[in-house]
T-cell receptor, first 111, second 115 residues
């Protein structure tokens, strides 16, 4: 079973600060996805990255897939309270439809 | 169009009881997934359907867990003789096709508590 490790596990910051969360593995993934999950809800897809070295931007969120396709990062600029939630990374290998999720980073942005 | 819905949203069961959790996927979605999310953990894959065919059940933790999707739409996850370790949120997701990078749309989950 592939293991995706996310860090930090918990992060509490003030509104306006920048932050980066990480997703690392010893295994290669053909694609990697980032989700945000709010309490009482299911995860919602933010982005899918498929190419090593790929960088995608979604407003204040920047996602990067490592060159070796084993790791990824999510950078949030000028965090807002609405960014609060559990950020999950999930990887897939080849034609395998299964997603392997990390444990997530629980982000709290204080006003 | 409605999203993925799940019922009940909350279920409390006494140890040893059987439970049935329902998932209504987005209409027309071919693929359906069940995940188990324990407290403080990410979701873990349980099983996968393509239409009515259960193509992978390798994530089901024991033979007490059974899933079906008889008409290729609604799915039911059944847990027999529930144990305390079965307490978790059970998430259902559907996707339009069976390609790896198709977006999976998740329901809100059913929170199961086994006393």
């Amino acid at each position: 079973t592939q293991l995706l490790e996310q860090s930090p596990q918990f992060l509490s910051i003030q509104e306006g600060e920048n932050l980066t969360v990480y997703c690392n593995s010893s295994s290669v993934f053909s694609s990697l996805q980032w989700y945000r999950q709010e309490p009482g809800e299911g995860p919602v897809l933010l982005v899918t990255v498929v190419t090593g070295g790929e960088v995608k931007k979604l407003k204040r969120l920047t996602f990067q897939f490592g060159d070796a396709r084993k790791d990824s990062s999510l950078h949030i600029t000028a965090a807002q309270p609405g960014d609060t939630g559990l950020y999950l990374c999930a990887g897939a290998r080849g034609s395998n439809y299964k997603l392997t999720f990390g444990k997530g980073t629980l982000l709290t942005v204080n006003p | 169009g409605a999203g993925v819905s799940q019922s009940p949203r909350y279920k409390v069961a006494k140890r040893g009881q059987d439970v049935a959790l329902r998932c209504d996927p987005i209409s027309g979605h071919v693929s359906l997934f069940w995940y188990q999310q324990a407290l403080g953990q990410g979701p873990e894959f349980l099983t996968y359907f393509q239409n009515e065919a259960q193509l992978d059940k390798s994530g089901l933790p024991s033979d007490r867990f059974f899933a079906e999707r008889p008409e290729g739409s609604v799915s039911t996850l059944k847990i027999q003789r529930t144990q305390q370790e079965d307490s978790a949120v059970y998430l259902c997701a559907s996707s339009l096709e069976e390609r790896e990078i198709d977006e999976q749309f998740f329901g809100p989950g059913t929170r199961l508590t086994v006393l």
